[in-house]
């Protein structure tokens, strides 16, 4: 019997073998210089063999379940009435699809394990009112991230490391159905002409999407979750994010109306931390949020939420966050939260901070206070406007407050890593001091220790904290403490 008979019928290759096997990955492999009887029974052969074996047999048991999953889907799918299901009543739909799927493995005499029904089950009822195999993943909260780098790859973050996950897609039109499934509800789309997509879960989790020709290894999918109880300051505390005195501190910031920005990179925090801040916010104030993708969980009762809207099929309808942040001046808000500023809408902003609008808030991809502020200037320039730097650098001094830096460490966990205050202009220079700052005493299991520690200076704006009638005492800033 051949080689290859024997690996499909579950078989050892213990005889000789003329020409060489193949190695783990099928890739062909040649014999060795000692004739076809020298590697009979050679251990390397032996053992690729039992790897090549063992491939098989798991790939032709996904096979037989993908196959089984596509018949039961097929017809469930034929013999549900379309017309009378209600999309709004996802429970009645499930019932149903369970009498059916119950129905359809007597009739073809599927006999199942009590494990197995109801693995295959939820599966198929992922795929007809949810997200198919990222089902199981948004639903794990221990899950923050998950990439999708085409159908057969699928990496998961948790607890700030990255892993694979073990679950797959079909092939790429799967990834499609199921990418389909999220931006259709948005008015979105993603096509060949339009290869990429922002979007959001009903949930509020962030989604971008890469599909070809832009994506070369498939359709890509990056989701950012977000807790379903979304984090508290509390919670932040609990994580070491921040100190009580921290907390406290940004809070009397909020309500004494200090314009912020939260600086950090990407997967730093920055979304969390704007969401903490603006809990803050007073409950008879009115906000307005303006986002790319709605995303922050304000829990106040009077939040008025913008989204920035792509151009349809004619390249026309496009909404920009800069439209948005210059229309919700004309919406009297009592505080302005953009999500996050990336382009010109960074001009606009500053001139509602400087007009009127204290106390807003937006964040900003930077990696230190100082580059926040030459980001700023880059982001102003960006708006078309002939402006000398001076008198951009100026509208920041004067509008930005204060800077909370994020940071995501090499052992995953985030932290604020500097609080600096904006102090103004000096000749040419916009002047900072940091007022909080993380310092690192070691690292112990391959965790990063260390504490947020004051630098001992007073901000210039405790006045304004004051005038809102709190007082903060003077070892919150590490006035008369020894570290």
Known sequence: MSLLKRINTGGGGTGNVSGGGSDPNGRPQSSSAGGAGSSAGSPSLLSQNKAVIGQKAHTGGSEKYMDLKT??????????????????????????IEELFNAILADESMFLSKGERHNLFEAIVAEILGFGPLEPLLADESVTEIMVNGPKNVFIEQKGMITRANV?????????????????????????????????????????????????????????????KPLTVDDLIRFGSMTKEIAEFLRACIIGRLNIVVAGGTGSGKTTLLN???????????????????????RQEHVVTLESRPPNLEG????????????????????????????????????????????????????????????????????????????????????????????RLRDGSRKIEKITEVQGMEGEVITMSDLFEFEQTGIENQKIIGRIRPTGLRPRFIGQIEDAGIHLPPSTFGIGRSY
């Open 71 to 96: 018949r039961v889907q097929g017809k469930l799918l034929s013999e549900l009435d379309h017309q009378t299901m209600d999309p709004g009543r996802p429970n009645e739909i499930r019932v149903r």
């Open 168 to 228: 797959s897609f079909e092939s790429d039109e799967h990834v499609m159905r199921i990418l389909d499934r999220i931006v259709a509800p948005l008015g979105r789309r993603i096509d060949e002409s339009s290869p990429l997509v922002d979007a959001r879960l009903p949930d509020g989790s962030r989604v971008n999407a890469v599909i070809k020709p832009v994506a070369l290894c498939g359709p890509t999918i990056t989701i950012r979750k977000f807790s379903k």
């Open 276 to 298: 903490v801040l603006s809990s803050f916010i007073p409950n008879n104030e009115r906000i307005v949020t303006v986002e790319n993708a709605a995303e922050l969980q304000l």
């Open 316 to 407: 026309k309808g496009q909404i920009t966050i800069q439209d948005l942040v210059v229309n919700c001046l004309r919406m009297r808000p009592d505080r302005i939260v953009v999500g996050e500023c990336r382009s010109g809408e960074a001009l606009d902003m500053l001139q509602a901070m400087n007009t009127g609008h204290d106390g807003s808030l937006t964040t900003a991809h930077a990696n230190t206070p100082r580059d926040t502020i030459s980001r700023l200037e880059v982001m102003c320039l960006m708006a078309g406007m002939d402006l000398p730097v001076r008198a951009i650098r100026e509208q920041i001094a004067s509008a930005v407050d204060l800077i909370c830096q994020q940071n």
